[in-house]
């Protein structure tokens, strides 16, 4: 496998979870490497975040991709996902860990911080997510990250690390150079010109030449 891989995101809200699932979710990870999938659904209820999952479950785990729910550990735990992904007002990781198991993933968002990292590091979490290295539509950049912390990170310590933030295919190269575990993208697959596969192939062919 490459040092540096993919890290998919789903996009902020699904007209349609079904053929999301069926077509665009299928192509993207039949398209080449993708390591892991966020569920990341906002505004939805509870069911809907379920009933989504489970379709996306179903089309995910089959391939070998981990699968990781947004913010709500109790969601991870009922869905039947590979582990969490919390912010930092989402839930403390050792909690996480009780709920979900050894063997749940639990990363944590640490913004550019070293002492947030540091902390997630210490409290048990199986990677730090930075970011954002480049401008976003997804939402607001509050948090502005650089190359730099990544290659203190990556020096460092043995936890992967997570970039995210605007990264495409055009961008990636320097992330990858400085260490970046994965690459966690939204826009850049979903929003592909060609369509989600076409995105995959252009962020692993991007990923490879760095």
Same mark, same amino acid.
């Given at each position: 496998?490459?040092?540096?891989?993919?890290?998919?995101?789903?996009?902020?809200?699904?007209?349609?979870?079904?053929?999301?699932?069926?077509?665009?979710?299928?192509?993207?990870?039949?398209?080449?490497?993708?390591?892991?999938?966020?569920?990341?659904?906002?505004?939805?209820?509870?069911?809907?975040?379920?009933?989504?999952?489970?379709?996306?479950?179903?089309?995910?785990?089959?391939?070998?991709?981990?699968?990781?729910?947004?913010?709500?550990?109790?969601?991870?735990?009922?869905?039947?996902?590979?582990?969490?992904?919390?912010?930092?007002?989402?839930?403390?990781?050792?909690?996480?860990?009780?709920?979900?198991? =050894?063997? @749940?993933? #639990?990363?944590?968002?640490?913004? %550019?911080?070293?002492?947030? +990292?540091?902390?997630?590091?210490? /409290?048990?979490?199986?990677?730090?997510?930075?970011?954002?290295?480049?401008?976003?539509?997804?939402?607001?950049?509050?948090?502005?990250?650089?190359?730099?912390?990544?290659?203190?990170?990556?020096?460092?310590?043995?936890?992967?690390?997570? =970039?995210? @933030?605007? #990264?495409?295919?055009?961008?990636? %190269?320097?992330?990858?150079? +400085?260490?970046?575990?994965?690459? /966690?993208?939204?826009?850049?697959?979903?929003?592909?010109?060609?369509?989600?596969?076409?995105?995959?192939?252009?962020?692993?062919?991007?990923?490879?030449?760095?």
């Amino acid at each position: 496998m490459p040092d540096c891989r993919l890290y998919l995101i789903t996009p902020p809200s699904l007209a349609d979870a079904a053929r999301f699932a069926t077509e665009d979710l299928t192509r993207a990870l039949d398209a080449g490497d993708v390591a892991a999938l966020q569920i990341r659904l906002k505004g939805l209820s509870d069911d809907a975040i379920l009933a989504a999952s489970e379709r996306i479950l179903k089309v995910a785990q089959p391939r070998g991709v981990a699968v990781l729910m947004n913010d709500r550990m109790d969601l991870a735990k009922r869905s039947g996902c590979d582990g969490v992904h919390l912010g930092q007002q989402d839930g403390d990781p050792v909690a996480a860990r009780r709920l979900l198991g =050894a063997e @749940g993933t #639990i990363g944590v968002t640490c913004h %550019a911080s070293r002492h947030l +990292a540091m902390e997630a590091g210490e /409290a048990g979490a199986d990677y730090v997510a930075f970011g954002a290295f480049f401008p976003t539509s997804t939402k607001d950049t509050v948090h502005q990250a650089d190359t730099a912390l990544l290659e203190w990170w990556s020096g460092l310590m043995e936890i992967p690390c997570v =970039a995210i @933030g605007g #990264i495409t295919a055009e961008n990636c %190269a320097p992330l990858v150079r +400085a260490g970046a575990d994965f690459l /966690a993208v939204i826009g850049a697959v979903w929003n592909h010109p060609e369509g989600p596969a076409a995105g995959v192939r252009a962020m692993n062919a991007a990923i490879a030449a760095a």
